[in-house]
């Protein structure tokens, strides 16, 4: 799998919304197994969505989970209980567990943990706010991020980790980050990775942009070196827009052609 094409429901959707929509995406999905798909949903329908994704290209992961195995722990989940639904990844850190829900880097960091001791692939959400960017602290903020997202994290287990770029102030605004801009912020993580892991591994990381991704914006960022995948949000939740950003168009430069 080269790149990844991830959709994130957020708090939307019934049991029954879900499943129509895998069905359907199922049937529209190009055949071509370099590219992955994933969709990321509310725990309520992680075992009806995984079940009726069975069998296809499409995974599927929960939002956010807790670290801990078992205990009391009200209204969380378990990453065993992720599993036990049939879902294969979460993920972790998004800004709005960041921002709303004030979880930090050091839970961010047990939760990938968690997710690798379990087999489930963690996307690592990364991103700047509009105030740490336009203090020039975009390296910095990624930086801390990174490095505290992956702490204690062998080079074997953080080749199975996923990360996504997200600027806060692109999420949900409808305000992309220019291509060229999000590129410079990819490059610039994944030189942040190889400073922990090396060049080899570093390039070899998907690295997925997020933030008002959409269908007629997709094909332009997925033309960039560094961008890999996408993580997308609003324009996840038609299916139409969906299958058109997971079925998006190969410039020939993208990192699907290499
Ligand atoms: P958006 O959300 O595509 O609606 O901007 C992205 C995300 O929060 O992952």
Not at 85 to 105: C, K, N, W, Y
Not at 182 to 191: E, I, L, N, Q, V
Request: proline content about 2%; some cysteine; glycine content about 10%.
């Amino acid at each position: 799998m080269k790149n990844l094409m991830a959709g994130n429901w957020k708090m939307h959707k019934t049991i029954a919304e879900g499943v129509a929509f895998v069905n359907e995406l199922k049937a529209q999905l190009q055949d071509r197994p370099e590219r992955g798909v994933l969709l990321c949903v509310p725990s309520t329908m992680l075992h009806a969505v995984a079940t009726a994704a069975k069998g296809s290209a499409i995974m599927v992961g929960s939002e956010d989970m807790y670290f801990e195995e078992k205990g009391a722990f009200t209204g969380e989940i378990s990453p065993s209980m992720v599993k036990d639904t049939g879902a294969t990844a979460t993920l972790v850190g998004h800004s709005e567990r960041r921002v709303i829900f004030g979880e930090t880097d050091l839970v961010v960091n047990k939760k990938i943990k968690a997710a690798l001791t379990h087999g489930l692939l963690p996307v690592l959400c990364i991103g700047e706010s509009l105030e740490e960017r336009e203090a020039g602290k975009l390296e910095a903020v990624l930086s801390t991020q990174i490095k505290g997202g992956l702490e204690g994290i062998s080079a074997a287990d953080a080749s199975k980790i996923v990360i996504a770029y997200e600027p806060v102030w692109a999420i949900g605004t409808g305000k992309t980050a220019s291509p060229q801009d999000a590129d410079d912020a990819h490059a610039m993580a994944r030189k942040l990775v190889a400073n922990l892991y090396g060049q080899e591994l570093a390039d070899k990381m998907m690295i997925l942009y997020g933030g008002s991704v959409k269908a007629d914006n997709v094909d332009e960022l997925m033309a960039m070196k560094n961008i890999n995948g996408a993580l997308v949000g609003g324009a996840a939740l038609e299916v139409e827009s969906f299958t058109r950003i997971s079925n998006f168009t190969c410039s020939g430069k993208c990192s699907c052609s290499k």
